[in-house]
DNA sequence: CTGCCTGCAAACGATTTGCACCAGC
DNA sequence: GCTGGTGCAAATCGTTTGCAGGCAG
């Protein structure tokens, strides 16, 4: 019945109390938290606990797949100058995002919410998987750590 | 025939070489460069230019509605712990995020775009609108710089 | 035991901000 | 001339990393 015991046993990772609690505080709730709201929820049963904790925690489960991410992160913004709207191919390894305008796409339309609730000006579809290089360069090689690097940077 | 001239009149806003420039920039890629790659490419045309400039004349061009942020970025991270999959509103001015289960999203499907160029595990359907809160607080109020603070930092 | 994990502090990198000067209109 | 924009440097803030102990298996 305890899934991050049987999917941890699969993989040969220890189960830590660590990583029990922050799964536990990420179930408890039913909305998207940040690292530093389950920082807060998990030092009422931990006091000693450090944030770099719930970083790695957070990490391993999302690769145990117990977890999400609910914002494609990246390190930096990136911009577009198409204001059309268009769809996104989004790597989930290498984090690249592509647009897409694919028939199939076009089927789509957004439901109407009434106004009152949420009000949609826009949407879009997010393609998540692999690209053609990632799926090449298959699942072993490095997960990427994709940092756009800044040349020559003036350092202090 | 110039966007950029008319809609800045619209809000009493000067052209300025940097915004205009860096629009270009923009409009000459293909990709969704960072602030950095744009960075680049502007330094080209405008070797004093400061990165800052770019930050901000690329603020400027979204509030016009001359370009766009291709993630949903915000400050942090967000985690989720329901695995399955659901979609998500996006409200454009608080970035606040919330989970959908519309019955019209299930008849949605996405493409098999064949394995050989990009390979689809998942995909999920954002719809970015006003919630309730922020229509109600219209558009006149703070644009929202949400930065979740962390309550106490050990500062060094 | 052995290896992965934790906590701490320092490093890092993207973005923001305060300030003095300059440019559109 | 007034208002807002720019450039610079320093500050911020989220996140990562190096390292010395600790704990799960």
Do not use: W
């Not at 999400?68 to 989930?92: I, M, P, Q, Y």
């Not at 997010?126 to 298959?138: F, M, N, S, T, V």
Request: hydrophobic share 35%; charged share 30%.
């Amino acid at each position: 019945m305890d899934l991050l015991e049987s999917i941890s046993r699969e993989r040969n990772l220890p189960v830590t109390i660590q990583r029990r609690v922050v799964l536990n505080a990420l179930l408890d709730r039913d909305d998207h938290p940040t690292v530093d709201q389950l920082f807060e929820d998990v030092k009422v049963r931990m006091p000693g606990v450090s944030r770099t904790t719930i970083y790695r925690a957070l990490e391993t489960l999302v690769e145990l797949g117990l977890a999400r991410r609910t914002n494609h992160f990246e390190a930096s913004a990136r911009f577009d100058g198409n204001t059309d709207h268009h769809h996104h191919l989004v790597c989930r390894r290498c984090n690249h995002v592509a647009d897409i305008d694919h028939p199939s796409l076009k089927k789509f339309t957004p439901p109407h919410l009434g106004n009152t609730a949420f009000k949609v000006l826009d949407y879009s579809i997010h393609l998540e998987g692999l690209c053609a290089e990632c799926q090449k360069r298959g699942s072993k090689s490095a997960p990427k750590k994709q940092t756009a690097k800044r040349p020559r940077a003036l350092s202090r």
